[in-house]
């Protein structure tokens, strides 16, 4: 076994995409979903370890997969990882919206605190690169809140020691969702033009596929630097 993927936000838009692709990948000998559920969906290739990532700065991954291994299928798994003779690769797509959140708050738990304790677990764990998928207009400055949160997350990760840290900023993501948000549907009737046209390759949608393979493809190149900011215009070629 010599590289395993690490993934959170598996159920959501561009994480779905990014399991997909992992699964077909050859260089991903299994991947490790975690989330707060399981999905229904099963594959040699695939574990999924029911996390709370407000508290996964205590989990051990090794007893966890022994709890769920009935028949010794991840048994070399979890040597590989015990023996840290693995690759690891973490990607992260976690992330909600204030509505489905609640509040500001629980929406900055979620967005940012989730992720940064999902990253320093994963780092200690042996994780060499994570990949994150942040937004277009990321700012800790910024005057809008999401905006702003998404920069705090940014500027929290580049502290966690990891061989490459890529930050991925999408702008409108296509693809399709399992919950309805109407200011998301609009934009895409009002933007999906900048697609078809080929316009304005900095702000135009991106497709969510587009997003998972332009995180996996840098997750298995050489990369001279340590962190890398990768904007939606560059994602599009994908």
Request: hydrophobic share 40%.
């Amino acid at each position: 076994m010599k590289k395993i993927a690490f993934l959170a936000g598996t159920s959501g838009l561009v994480g779905m995409q990014l399991l997909h692709q992992l699964i077909q990948h050859e260089e991903y000998d299994m991947i490790i979903s975690f989330g707060r559920r399981k999905l229904a969906l099963k594959h040699g290739k695939l574990a999924q370890v029911e996390v709370d990532f407000k508290n996964i700065r205590t989990l051990n991954l090794e007893s966890k997969l022994r709890e769920e291994d009935m028949g010794g299928t991840y048994f070399p798994l979890i040597e590989a990882l015990k023996e840290k003779s693995v690759s690891i690769h973490a990607f992260c797509s976690l992330g909600t919206t204030i509505k489905s959140a609640g509040s500001k708050e629980k929406f900055y738990e979620i967005d940012h605190d989730y992720v940064v304790n999902f990253a320093i677990w994963a780092q200690q764990q042996g994780a060499e690169k994570f990949l994150y998928v942040s937004a277009l207009g990321a700012d800790p400055q910024s005057n809008v809140f999401y905006n702003q949160v998404k920069g705090e997350i940014e500027e929290d990760l580049k502290v966690v020691p990891f061989e490459y840290l890529g930050l991925f900023e999408p702008s409108l993501l296509l693809g399709n969702r399992n919950e309805f948000r109407l200011g998301e549907e609009v934009a895409k009737i009002v933007s999906k033009p900048l697609v078809w046209l080929k316009l304005a390759k900095k702000y135009r949608p991106i497709y969510d596929y587009q997003v998972a393979k332009a995180m996996i493809h840098h997750a298995n190149v050489d990369k001279k630097v340590k962190v890398e900011v990768i904007p939606s215009k560059d994602m599009q070629d994908f």
